[in-house]
Every structure is written in structure tokens, then in C-alpha cells.
């Protein structure tokens, strides 16, 4: 079995035009400032929820996850925990919906999980806004064009974010990512911010219908019979060897 390591991703010309003054000079230096002023004020938040994660939840507090980034380099993502380590008597971890307890829950519905992230918007490896960065196994079902999400860095927001979060299929959710690459600018990026605001204080969204956590993309796949268990498990294989060689 051959698997494609690396793909190379090129954009539409009209795509790659829109928005460029912003996308090349702007946004990145934007990212940068509003991300360690967003640091420097919320220490004390910041704090707060490490000293309750790791009362409530134990060590580490943070969670560390792989994630494709721009042009599908996988990068570190950080969180604040939200899981605990329960595991069953053959000693493998229990589904994630029982080991997400009631104070992840509030750590995720209020999206303070997510703070963490800025230290990774500060590092140049994502963005305050885009295509939230998926796992390296779900990147590894989608289509090229899908891939094409990954022409731009992730972000700790995006436009499917305020369209739905976690209530959106995985079909809507791409296609929500690729309409944004068409449109990147300021005034979009800003309209996406406050929306973002407007949704976390609603808690919208959170998780999809009779789902605690969000469904991956392969596993979803398999569910609705669009693949077979064979192409189910050539794509994680490849999800895994591409983790292991960090591209």
C-alpha cells in the first residue's frame, strides 16, 4: 500500500488574489498584537482555569494535540484540559463521553478551553481567525478540494464556527471553510470576531444532536456507508504515519 504523504495545495487565482494587501501585510501583525494583549489581560483568567483544571482534572492541564496547520504542517495545538483518564479493566481509556466531565463541559461551552491557543497565534502557527484546525485523521478523509482549507492558517475561530460550530454536518462544515478563503479581509475577519462573541455567551452550537463530543470525520464517513472499513483504516494508517514524521 502507498500512501501520499504530502500533497501539494494551490489555490484558484481568483482565490489567492482577494483580500491580498490584508492576508499579506495586515492580518499576520493583527494576530500578533491582539493575541499577547488577549495574553497579558486574561492572566488572571488564565490562571484561574489552570489551578481549577488541575484540581478537578489532574495533571497535565493542558492538552497537546497534533494538528495539521498551514499547507498541512502538523503543529502542536494547546488546550486547557478538559478529559479525565479513566480507563476500563483491560487499562485502555473510556469513550470520551464519559471520561468529559461536568466542568470540561463549562470548559468548553464557554470556549475557555480554547485560551491556550493564543500562545499558538503568537507562535505564527494559527490565526484568530480561519478554518479550525481538525485532526491530522480527519484531514486524511477529506477531498483535495477540501484540503484546500489548509492554504491558510488555522484559526481559533472561523466562519463555520459562527455558522453552527458543532451543529453543522461535516459537508456544510468544509464548504463553510472554503467560502472563507474567497472572502478574507478585514472587515470579514471583525464580522467573524464579534460573532464569535455573540455565540460564546449564547454557548450556540456546542455539540451536534445526541453527541457529547464531535464525531470525526472518518468515523462519520463509515457511519453514512461512504467508505468501506478497508478505505476507513488505510486513512487512519496514513493519519498516524504522517503524525509520526511530522511533516
Known amino acids: 500500500m502507498q500512501t501520499n504523504i504530502k500533497t501539494t495545495i494551490k489555490l484558484s487565482p481568483q482565490r489567492q488574489g482577494k483580500g491580498g494587501i490584508y492576508k499579506r501585510f ?20 488564565l490562571l484561574l ?19 495539521p496547520g498551514l499547507n498541512e504542517k502538523i503543529f502542536t495545538m494547546y488546550k486547557f484540559r478538559t478529559m479525565n483518564d479513566e480507563k476500563d479493566e483491560d487499562g485502555q481509556l ?20 480554547e485560551l491556550p491557543e493564543l500562545y499558538n497565534i503568537l507562535k505564527g502557527e494559527m490565526s484568530i481567525v480561519g478554518p479550525r484546525p481538525q485532526l491530522v485523521r480527519d ?4 477531498t483535495p478540494e477540501q484540503r484546500k ?8 475561530t472561523g466562519w463555520a464556527q459562527v455558522n453552527g460550530r458543532n451543529c453543522v454536518t461535516w459537508e456544510e462544515k468544509l464548504s463553510y471553510d472554503l467560502e472563507y478563503l474567497g472572502e478574507v479581509s478585514f472587515s470579514k ?11 460564546v455567551f449564547n454557548r ?31 486513512k487512519i494508517n496514513q493519519a498516524k504515519s504522517l503524525i509520526k514524521i511530522k511533516i
Open 94 to 113: 473510556l469513550p470520551d463521553s464519559i471520561r468529559l466531565t461536568k466542568f470540561g463541559k463549562f470548559l468548553r461551552s464557554t470556549s475557555l478551553d
Open 149 to 156: 482549507r489548509h492554504t491558510v492558517l488555522p484559526g481559533l
Open 139 to 142: 484531514m486524511v478523509f477529506m
Open 26 to 45: 495586515i492580518k499576520r501583525p493583527m494576530d500578533f498584537i491582539l493575541s499577547l494583549i488577549a495574553i497579558i489581560v486574561l492572566i488572571p483568567v
Open 204 to 234: 450556540d452550537g456546542i455539540s451536534a444532536e445526541g453527541m457529547e463530543t464531535a464525531e470525526d470525520l472518518g468515523d462519520f464517513l463509515l457511519r453514512e456507508k461512504k467508505i468501506s472499513l478497508g478505505e476507513y483504516q488505510e
Open 49 to 67: 482555569v489552570a489551578i481549577l483544571v488541575r484540581v478537578k482534572l489532574g495533571s497535565p492541564v493542558l492538552f497537546k494535540q497534533k494538528r
Open 189 to 199: 475577519d471583525w464580522e467573524i470576531i464579534f460573532l464569535t462573541i455573540s455565540k
